[in-house]
Each structure stands twice: as C-alpha cells, then as structure tokens.
C-alpha cells in the first residue's frame, strides 16, 4: 500500500528533484519543467483524438442503411488505436530523455 502511494504521488507531482550534473542555471530547470507539462498536454491531447475518432467510428459503425459508412467507421477505430499508441510512445520517448536531467537522491536546486 505505501508503495502504491509512492508511485501515485510521484505521478503526480509536477517537479521532481533536480540536481544538475553540469551548470545549469535556475532558467535551464524552468525550462525543463515547462517542456514536461507539455509533454504531459500533448498526450491528454492524443487521448481526445483517440476518443473522439472512436466515438466517431463506434456511431458510424451503428447506422442503419450507410453501408458505405461502415468503412470509414473501422477506418476511424483503427486511426483511433494508432494514434493512442503514437501518443504515448512520443510521451514515454520525451520523459525517458528528460530523466538523465533528474537525480532523485537531492531536492535541492544547485546554484
């Protein structure tokens, strides 16, 4: 259970500890902190999509009558699973290049 409490808090926690290996100024970790929020937009951003081409698809696919409809429904579903994927390979990509900026042993910010 304090495991999982952990991780859940340091999921959510928007700035890790920083302690730089070269000289970085307090620019450089801003910096750092805004390009991993947006990293996390650009995926909640790829979720949408994704939901939406699936609603999409799923609502084409429940007509009555388009058959030719029905096509573009699983061209939809099938956008939606790779975008998703596409998604969150770009986001685990960008934060695993983004963790040798971060040790987690110190919270302090070098000077």
Avoid: C, W
């Avoid at 685990?92 to 983004?98: A, E, F, H, P, Y």
């Amino acid at each position: 259970m304090g495991r999982r409490r952990s991780l859940i808090r340091s999921a959510l926690h928007v700035d890790h500890p920083f302690e730089n290996k070269d000289q970085m100024i307090l620019r450089d970790h801003l910096a750092l902190v805004r390009t991993r929020l947006a990293n996390e937009r650009t995926l909640l951003s790829y979720i949408r999509s994704t939901l939406y081409l699936l609603l999409g698809g799923i609502a084409l696919l429940k007509l009555e009558g388009f058959g030719d409809l029905r096509l573009v429904g699983f061209l939809a579903l099938v956008i939606s699973f790779v975008s998703i994927l596409i998604g969150v390979y770009r986001y685990v990509t960008l934060r695993k290049s983004m963790t040798k900026y971060y040790r987690p042993a110190s919270g302090q910010l070098s000077d």
